[in-house]
């Protein structure tokens, strides 16, 4: 394509179809999400190529436009090691264009989308901690008269929260724009979405400090269940401070 006639995104899907080096595409982002897509939406597509590749959509690699984003990658690369961790909720909810392999790039999605038990229990521990860390420093900074620095703390506490909740569901966090969206359709086990939501909007607006503990008195039987008392017992008697008074 020229200048003049840039790149689309249907011509270049028409292109790709027909080059048998490639063995996937996958279509992420808003135009992935029913409901999503502004006029500002552009395309964001994974181009998965044969290890082998060394022609055909190599030479697009890099390509960006303000209607098509192209991330060219071998199989090899697609399959885990050449895809960073914040992209796993992209690809988990990605739409599937072209799947050369009976499947096997669905199979790839699914695997993204999902965490291993393991894995999910190693990393929802950190997370607890940082929870209760944020939620410790908010409550006691309210306390001391530090109004400024309560908020901050509060904000950054329903982060943690939001990477803990969802991880004991073993699924990777969906970035900020899509947080509605994906509760709305995948609520939490065990969570209102609504009021959930509600809570997270003021105390991150307020650093309220009453709403912080009854979401906390919510979040220890949770976490207990889960496996990880060991993790709040660590935190003493200072476990007080951020329950309901």
Do not use: C
């Not at 055909?56 to 303000?66: L, N």
Request: avoid cysteine.
């Amino acid at each position: 394509m020229t200048a003049q006639q840039p790149l689309t995104y249907d011509a270049f899907v028409e292109l790709a179809a027909a080059d048998p080096a490639v063995v996937g595409l996958v279509l992420k982002g808003s135009q992935a999400h029913d409901g999503m897509i502004t006029p500002y939406s552009d395309h964001d597509l994974y181009v998965v190529v044969a290890d082998d590749a060394r022609t055909g959509p190599i030479r697009f690699t890099g390509h960006r436009s303000a209607e098509l984003d192209l991330v060219v990658v071998t199989l090899t690369e697609f399959r885990g090691a050449g895809i960073p961790d914040w992209e796993r909720y992209a690809l988990g909810r990605a739409r599937i264009v072209l799947d050369r392999l009976d499947g096997g790039i669905a199979r790839i999605l699914a695997d993204r989308g999902r965490l291993d038990p393991d894995e999910a229990f190693r990393d929802s521990r950190g997370r607890l901690d940082a929870y209760a860390n944020s939620l410790y420093r908010s409550v006691k900074n309210h306390r001391d008269g530090q109004a400024l620095a309560a908020r901050l703390d509060a904000a950054d506490s329903m982060r943690f929260l939001l990477d803990l909740l969802f991880t004991l569901d073993r699924r990777p966090r969906p970035y900020n724009k899509y947080l509605e969206w994906e509760l709305a359709r995948h609520p939490l086990p065990g969570w209102d979405t609504d009021v959930l939501l509600r809570a997270i909007d003021r105390i991150s607006a307020t650093g309220d400090v009453t709403l912080q503990r009854h979401l906390f008195s919510l979040v220890e039987p949770a976490a207990r269940e889960a496996g990880h008392g060991e993790v709040l017992d660590a935190w003493g008697d200072d476990l007080d401070l951020m329950r309901p008074q």
